[in-house]
């Protein structure tokens, strides 16, 4: 069995970025990459999307960027703009297609199924595969999204919507999301905080069409395309080996708060990048501790207070929308943090914290 100087395995977003940011930067010249994913072939199956607050290597996979938004409750409606920070979707069959396309050029690097394939005794490994077994009771994010078009003009793509908390909360936190690519053309998501072990709440195709007909008033329109998943919202913990470190979601590249992991890929991808000389006895690249203290807290006042979630983040946006970004994104200061601390409801949260 062949050895390998490294050696990626799952190649999904984490994966595959960090062995297309080595290679683009000639890390991977004399060295050789192993990747093992088991997946018979790459199709489009997720829809990353982020405020852009540093350039990435997928512009050209973006399928659409957005300057302004929306965040609803039941009563109100508030609207922001974003255009230093612009939303981005990135459409992950072009990011796949893109990366693979340039990988496949260089003989330095491998493709396999199984990790017994090679002798991975003596490769340094990036391992993102989670281990979320028997973690059913903890918090998730698990949504559905359908891309939908209609037969008319009905969206107006300039402006997507973050957050709409008016629809059925079930004791839990649920909002819908809309990303409109053009005006006959959006992708919807039915979202929940929630644990994973209530079957009930997975009715999302009955949540998607009541949604579509009752709150939007569509009755007409083809999907395209659908995508459904579920991200951790607590921390794996996996422990650095001697000669393996955990990479992407399994490596708690995940903010707790809001599920975003793909920037947070990219800066651990260029962080490796950068220190990939002395990989082993680097420290590992995290999200930097204070945004896992807040978002804790955050998420044990969302178990208590399910009901009050949507006037909660929707108070987040009460502070400029550059703050709530820079918060959300994990690039605010001192100031913008104690901005977004103060807006929020002080005896629920220090009821969590003592
Ligand atoms: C549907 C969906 C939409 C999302 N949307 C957003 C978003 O809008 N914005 C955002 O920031 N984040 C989003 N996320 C969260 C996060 O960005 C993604 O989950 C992202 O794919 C995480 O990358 P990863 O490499 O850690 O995991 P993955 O992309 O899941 O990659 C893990 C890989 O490991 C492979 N694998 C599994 N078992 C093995 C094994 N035994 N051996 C080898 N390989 C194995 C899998 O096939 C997979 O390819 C979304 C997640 C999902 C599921």
């Known amino acids: 069995m062949k050895e390998f100087d490294y050696i990626i395995i799952g190649g ?3 994966g595959l970025s960090l062995a297309y940011e080595l290679e683009i930067f000639d890390k991977l010249k004399d060295k050789t990459l192993a990747i093992i994913e088991p997946r018979d072939d790459y199709k489009r199956d997720k829809t990353w999307s982020f405020w852009k607050v540093f350039s990435h290597n997928f512009e050209d996979c973006v399928k659409k960027s957005w300057d302004n938004f929306t965040i609803n409750t039941p009563n109100k409606t508030k609207y922001l703009e974003c255009p230093t920070t612009p939303y981005q979707a990135i459409d992950s069959g072009l990011f796949y297609e893109k990366i693979l396309s340039r990988l496949r050029l260089n003989k330095n690097i491998h493709f396999f199924k199984n990790i017994n394939e090679v002798d991975a005794t003596t490769a340094f490994k990036f391992n993102s595969v989670p281990k979320i077994e028997n973690k059913q009771s903890e ?13 008319k003009d009905f969206f107006d793509d300039e402006i997507f919507n973050l957050m709409d908390f008016a629809c059925d909360q079930r004791n839990k936190v649920h909002f819908f999301y809309t990303l409109p690519f053009t005006k006959r053309n959006a992708l919807i998501e039915t979202t929940w905080i929630s644990d994973l072990n209530d079957e009930k709440l997975k009715d999302y195709d009955k949540q998607i069409d009541d949604y579509l007909s009752k709150h939007l008033n569509i009755r007409n329109c083809r999907v395209n395309y659908k995508e459904t998943g579920a991200i ?3 921390r794996q913990n996996n422990k650095k080996k001697l000669n393996e470190i ?7 590249m995940t903010r707790l708060s809001t599920g975003y992991t793909f920037l947070n890929i990219q800066e651990q991808s260029r962080y490796i990048r950068e220190n990939i000389e002395n990989i082993k006895n680097v420290n590992l690249y995290k999200i930097q501790s204070k945004y896992d203290f807040l978002d804790k807290i955050l998420l044990k006042v969302l178990k208590n207070n399910s009901a009050e979630m949507g006037n909660i983040f929707f108070k987040v946006f009460d502070s400029k929308s550059k703050t709530a970004i820079n918060f959300l994104s994990n690039k605010s200061n001192f100031f913008e943090d104690l901005e977004i601390i103060l807006k929020m409801p002080k ?8």
């Not at 918090?139 to 037969?151: A, K, N, P, R, S």
């Not at 005896?347 to 003592?354: A, P, Q, R």
């Open 12 to 14: 999904g977003c984490a």
């Open 347 to 354: 005896w629920k949260f220090l009821k969590e914290i003592i």
């Open 232 to 234: 951790p919202l607590f």
């Open 139 to 151: 918090l998730w994010q698990h949504f559905c999204g359908v891309e939908i078009e209609t037969d």
């Open 246 to 252: 955990y990479i992407g979601a399994a490596g708690d």
